[in-house]
C-alpha cells in the first residue's frame, strides 16, 4: 500500500524470482519389503524493487531447502503390515530489505533463520479379520531453530543514525501417537476412525 502508483520519469517496480528443484529417488522391493529412499532440494530467489518519487525500496529474500526420507513398508498377504521411517528437512531463510532516498540508505534489514527436523516413526496395522483393521503409530521428533536480525539506518526525523540487533534459537522434543481402526462392510465401503497428534 506504500507504493500505490508510479509518476512519468520515474524508474518501473522490478520483481524477478528464480525456483530451482531437484529430486531423487530409489526403490528397492523383496518379497516382504519395499524400500524407499528420497531426496529433494528447492532452491528460490527474490528480488524486487519499487521506485516511488526519489525513494527506492527494495526486497531481496532467498530460502533452500532440502529433505531426505528412508522408508520400509512390509508388502504382501501379511497378519501385521509394518512401516518404518527415517526424515531430515532443513530450511535456511535469508532476508535483505533497504530503503534508498535520494541516493542515500535510510534503512537497512539483514535477517537469516535456520532450521532443522530429525524424526522417525513407526507404523502398525493389525488385520484382526479381512474385514477389521487395528492400527497405531508412533512419530519422534526433535526440532531447532535458530534465528538473527540486524538493523541499521538514519532516523529521518533527526537525521541520527540507530542500529540495532536480535538474535535466538530453540530446541524441541516431540513423541506423537496415532490409534485407527476400520471395517470393511462392503466392497465398496470401508468406514474408519483415526485419533492422531500433530504440531
Excluded at 524508474?11 to 523383496?30: F, I, K, W
Aim: one cysteine or more; charged letters at 20%; a negative charge.
Amino acid at each position: 500500500t506504500l507504493f500505490r502508483s508510479v509518476s512519468d520519469g520515474f524508474g518501473d517496480p522490478y520483481l524477478r524470482r528464480c525456483t530451482h528443484s531437484q529430486s531423487l529417488s530409489g526403490r528397492y522391493t523383496t518379497d516382504n519389503w519395499v524400500f524407499t529412499l528420497m531426496s529433494a532440494w528447492q532452491q528460490q530467489t527474490f528480488d524486487r524493487e519499487f521506485p516511488y518519487s526519489v525513494s527506492l525500496a527494495k526486497f531481496n529474500e532467498s530460502w533452500n531447502q532440502n529433505v531426505q526420507e528412508l522408508r520400509a513398508a512390509t508388502q504382501g498377504d501379511n497378519t501385521v503390515d509394518m512401516v518404518f521411517g527415517l526424515y531430515r528437512q532443513d530450511t535456511n531463510e535469508r532476508l535483505k530489505y533497504g530503503y534508498d532516498y535520494a541516493g542515500f540508505t535510510i534503512a537497512n534489514t539483514r535477517a537469516n533463520t535456520e532450521a532443522e527436523t530429525l524424526a522417525a516413526y513407526s507404523d502398525l496395522t493389525w488385520h484382526v479379520t479381512d474385514k477389521f483393521d487395528l492400527g497405531g503409530g508412533l512419530r519422534y521428533s526433535h526440532d531447532k531453530a535458530k534465528t538473527r536480525y540486524t538493523n541499521a539506518g538514519i532516523n529521518t526525523s533527526t537525521f541520527q543514525p540507530y542500529s540495532f540487533s536480535a538474535d535466538g534459537d530453540t530446541r524441541d522434543d516431540q513423541v506423537l501417537g496415532q490409534l485407527s481402526a476400520g471395517y470393511q462392510f462392503t466392497p465398496a465401503l470401508r468406514v474408519y476412525t483415526r485419533i492422531a497428534q500433530g504440531y
